[in-house]
């Protein structure tokens, strides 16, 4: 069955980095979009997308409280998906999941904590 595994969180003190990753498995992944989105506390149950990447890596897209600080990148040969999120601010505070499509139905990761505190 599909699998997605994330890793990587933590505390970190604002203007730091983290990079979290992804393992993927259950499904053709070189052939799969990739998303990773995030859910604050205390804000709308809805999640917000952070960063998408094509099956081929070669197209990306970012939500705009992100971009210029993250980057979202894969490596098909490890079935892993990665984000890197540098200048990291208290807002970022948040679960972070990897999501991914497959045979028209959704999957979502358990989720990872990233907090950003000093």
């Known amino acids: 069955q599909v699998q997605l595994v994330e890793s990587g969180g933590g505390l970190v003190q604002p203007g730091g980095s983290l990079r979290l990753s992804c393992v993927a498995s259950g499904f053709p992944f070189a052939t799969s979009a990739m998303s990773?989105?995030?859910?604050?506390?205390?804000?709308?149950?809805?999640?917000?997308?952070?960063?998408?990447i094509t099956s081929d890596g070669g197209s990306t897209n970012y939500g705009d409280s992100v971009k210029g600080r993250f980057?979202?990148?894969?490596?098909?040969?490890?079935?892993?998906?990665?984000?890197?999120?540098?200048?990291?601010?208290?807002?970022d505070t948040a679960v972070y999941y990897?999501?991914?499509?497959?045979?028209?139905?959704?999957?979502?990761?358990?989720?990872?904590?990233?907090?950003?505190?000093?």
């Open 36 to 52: 990773w989105y995030r859910q604050a506390p205390g804000k709308k149950p809805e999640r917000e997308l952070v960063a998408v």
């Open 71 to 91: 980057t979202i990148s894969r490596d098909n040969a490890k079935n892993t998906v990665y984000l890197e999120m540098n200048s990291l601010k208290p807002e």
């Open 98 to 118: 990897c999501y991914t499509v497959y045979s028209a139905r959704g999957y979502w990761g358990p989720g990872i904590q990233v907090t950003v505190s000093s």
